[in-house]
């Protein structure tokens, strides 16, 4: 009996391969058998033999945006994959409110479903498993969206593809989710990765068992991303954080993460991350603050980062933010300036640069600071310190892309804060009407 040619259920009809690239195709077969790929865009055969393991692997090169193609795998018997297009895959990543669909209610859901016939993006949905070892395979198909597959598919990730789709004109866009509500970071990653590090460790241990996932690292990650590492993505959005709210060490978590995404990819690809929105929490005043705080310094920490902050588009009291449009569209924004080179246009949020002292001032510079601005002309959100580390409302003007604090009970000033609450929405924005990050200068 001989063994037929298979492939991971990751390639089939309708998917998206990344264009301009040498893209791995890799499946089973016999041990010895040859296997011949030809790729309907070019008519090129490529020849390689399974390996010992029953394994094979071929590397082809795709062309510029575009199909639809075939491409044919051969051994004993013959594979055929249709409907294949060539353009940017994307992989959608992390807890609930990445997972959330127009089926859950987000805004203007059945509207935006109804119009979501498109052809040119297509979905992968990564079933929610577990595993205590690495997989090698999953259950899903690629589909093309539809006003049914839309309505299941992640919100973010369909109107990011959507703005992409405005931007590169006509490339094919491919999204892959692989999501699972109320999850922690240390699932989606190797479980050695949490394991060999001892803060890693001392942190994962603190999560609590809970009804609606897995909490003990790696699970997700060997069941929902292992199987498809390796198959070519133009970078990684993720939403998650919420899960891990409590923790004082989440930028050197989800940094392990990103890292190990990476060296798993061997592709030091960018990774586009959304700031979780200001929201109530338990009896901590700063538990959700201090993860936002923790994602803002992310971005010095991991190269080929980006953030979106949302608090102005947050719900406070909801901890599922209904307007996914807005997320979706700054990620993609946040995409077309740094991966696309394409948007000239101011993305990033105001971001915490520096600040100085002079006598009894302190003077904050930001990144991303042109046509800086507060929402009600002034603001009451920042604060100053002394040494003592007792933080007082100061007050605060706007002169040269810099905000000049002052505080009549603190008359030197040595820390500065800003936005510092759980459901504090930020009241200062850029001129891309971008809120900016909380921030401490304590850490």
Not at 61 to 89: C, D, M, Q, R
Not at 157 to 174: C, S
Not at 305 to 314: E, L, Q, W
Request: aromatic share 12%; glycine share 6%.
């Amino acid at each position: 009996m001989m063994a037929n040619v298979s492939l991971p259920n990751i390639f089939s009809d309708n998917m998206v391969l990344q264009r301009n690239s040498e893209v791995k195709i890799w499946g089973w077969g016999n041990p010895k058998e040859e296997i011949k790929l030809v790729s309907g865009w070019n008519n090129q055969e490529y020849k390689t033999v399974a390996n010992n393991q029953a394994k094979w692997e071929i590397i082809i090169k795709t062309p510029e945006a575009g199909g639809p193609f075939t491409i044919s795998i051969k051994g004993y018997n013959e594979v055929v994959l249709k409907n294949i297009l060539i353009g940017e895959v994307w992989l959608c990543s992390g807890q609930s409110n990445m997972e959330m669909s127009a089926s859950w209610g987000i805004d203007d859901g059945e509207e935006e479903a109804k119009n979501a016939t498109n052809p040119n993006i297509r979905f992968f949905t990564v079933p929610k498993l577990t595993a205590e070892n690495p997989q090698n395979n999953l259950l899903g198909n690629w589909t093309e969206s539809t006003p049914e597959t839309m309505k299941y598919f992640s919100a973010v990730g369909y109107f990011f593809a959507k703005r992409l789709r405005e931007e590169l004109k006509n490339v094919p866009i491919g999204l892959i989710s692989s999501n699972w509500g109320g999850t922690p970071a240390e699932i989606w990653m190797p479980a050695e990765v949490v394991n060999n590090d001892a803060v890693l460790l001392e942190n994962a241990k603190k999560l609590n068992e809970q009804e609606y996932g897995p909490r003990q690292p790696g699970r997700a990650y060997n069941a929902m991303i292992h199987p498809i590492v390796g198959f070519k993505i133009a970078g990684t959005l993720w939403y998650q954080g919420e899960s891990n709210v409590g923790s004082l060490v989440y930028d050197k978590t989800l940094g392990a993460l990103i890292t190990s995404w990476r060296k798993e990819w061997k592709d030091d690809f960018p990774f586009y991350y959304v700031q979780i929105a200001p929201y109530k929490t338990g009896s901590n005043n700063f538990s959700n603050v201090t993860v936002r705080d923790s994602q803002r310094k992310l971005l010095k920490e991991v190269s080929k980062t980006g953030m979106v902050v949302i608090s102005d588009i947050s719900d406070t009291i909801d901890i599922h933010p209904k307007n996914k449009k807005s997320v979706g569209i700054r990620l993609a924004d946040l995409a077309l300036a740094d991966t696309y080179k394409v948007n000239i246009n101011l993305a990033n949020s105001p971001l915490f640069k520096s600040f100085k002292i002079e006598k009894n001032k302190l003077i904050v510079s930001f990144d991303y600071a042109d046509g800086l601005y507060f929402k009600n002309k002034v603001s009451n959100q920042f604060e100053v310190a002394g040494t003592d580390g007792v933080f007082y409302p100061a007050e605060a003007s706007i002169k040269n892309k810099e905000v000049i604090l002052t505080s009549k009970k603190v008359v030197n000033p040595a820390k500065v804060r800003f936005a510092w609450g759980n459901t504090t929405q930020s009241d200062l924005f850029n001129k891309a009407n971008l809120p900016a990050s909380c921030f401490t200068s304590e850490f």
